[in-house]
């Protein structure tokens, strides 16, 4: 299945696009940059009876839109 399958099952199943999943993320109080994807994850499944990777989908277009944050990965330098 490719990407944009996934986001056409979602709108055809929900009748909502990621950007309607954005507005009531907000309401709800639950979209905050530093938001972890099981809170997502977890928000969808029970609000809206979405699939892992259903809601894997709607998570990248979060991610990739910068709606949620990436957090910056701590390099370690390491020495031998």
Known sequence: MTFQAYIDNIRAKTGK???DFKKLAEKKGLLKKDMK???????LAKDFNLGHGHSMAIWKVFKDKGWVGNPE???TKITL
């Open 73 to 75: 990965r701590k390099i």
């Open 37 to 43: 994807t099981a809170e997502l994850v977890a928000w």
């Open 17 to 19: 696009s990621p950007e």
